[in-house]
DNA sequence: CGCGGACAGTCCACAGTGGAATGTTGCTGC
DNA sequence: GCAGCAACATTCCACTGTGGACTGTCCGCG
């Protein structure tokens, strides 16, 4: 009722986060805690929660009857269920394509502004990334062994793939970017 | 001054949108028209800048002399041109490593919680996504022809290693998921 | 002339990020 | 049995980023 900072009333349906968190609860109650959790562990790079949209969310949706408050844990935990509005929502939700993915990737605004940096910064900031990458896609290769749910799976092999597509990418970048070949302009 | 909704005083030094606004007033004096357009231009699907975000900080960073108001234009319009303060802070900047990227996939999302998702739409979305994928793909190996600047080549070439493995990924994905293969659970 | 479309900027609500602050509980070593 | 530390759990806040609505100006064209 009150309608300050709600996950949408009505409309134009629920945001990415509740809908996420709505998905989350379809399996059963959770806190706050669990749901960034939950999140973090199944989609980790590529998908991103926090703590403060969570807590948000939920307060807003229970507002709004799509989760409903179960009796306090332990150290103040608070757990909520989806409640039937709640289902219907992500159900609603669940029935519109998606929005396009955004990819926002600072290194690759260094190297569009490239011609105002310094070259050891560049060369600094690739190798860094690279090494990052590369460490990103051992993990993911190594977790994706051992893992059942296809939908799981076709997280992680998302991340095998985009991590090698990055690492060839690294690879073609031309000598006067990866190491001082020109030296300035 | 007054210190409302500032590109940062001091300290932790700029954020991404106002160096890189820095990055392109180094070229030459625009108006945030401009830059949002250069931006646009430059940087297209993995970088983004929006006019109010650009507006914001340009009004904040010649408040603190990092930028500084020549006179207007035609239609209003407020060019702005780079000061030696503003020089200095955008190559503090780029003097440290970016940050990793953020990649925001929804319908990564969906996937994941797929269990919970009709099939039917499971399927629409992901056609409709790898349809637009592939006209992404099309455009960049068209646009990469005819381009000069090697850094401008280097983020249209991520761009394409991206598509493609996107692309090789949509292909990977198992029949249950992009058809009507195991009903449900 | 007059009017439609590109240009240019403002404003606002919402979404998302990250860190500081606060308190609780369980465990481990003594 | 208790001191202290790590993990658990929530709150709050400032900043960053997104998208749409709204206003106004100027250019070209019929």
Do not use: C
Request: net charge negative; aromatic share 8%.
């Amino acid at each position: 009722m009150n309608g300050r900072r709600a996950s949408q009333d009505a409309q134009h349906g629920l945001n990415n986060t509740a809908a996420s968190l709505l998905g989350f609860l379809h399996e059963r109650p959770m806190t706050g805690w669990d749901l960034v959790a939950a999140a973090q562990q199944l989609m980790g790079d590529f998908w991103s929660i926090t703590r403060s949209q969570v807590y948000r969310e939920l307060s807003a949706m229970a507002a709004s009857g799509l989760v409903e408050e179960l009796e306090r844990g332990k150290r103040d935990r608070r757990p909520y269920a989806i409640t039937d509005a709640g289902r219907q929502a992500f159900a609603a939700w669940s029935a519109v394509v998606p929005a396009e993915e955004a990819v926002r990737f600072p290194l690759l605004l260094m190297l569009t502004l490239g011609r105002h940096v310094a070259r050891e910064h560049l060369v600094a900031a690739v190798e860094h990334h690279r090494a990052l990458h590369e460490e990103r896609l051992a993990e993911y290769e190594d977790h994706v062994q051992g893992t059942g749910d296809p939908y799981a799976v076709a997280t992680l092999n998302f991340g095998i793939h985009y991590e090698r597509a990055v690492l060839a990418w690294f690879d073609d970048l031309p000598d006067e970017i990866t190491t001082g070949g020109t030296p300035r302009e």
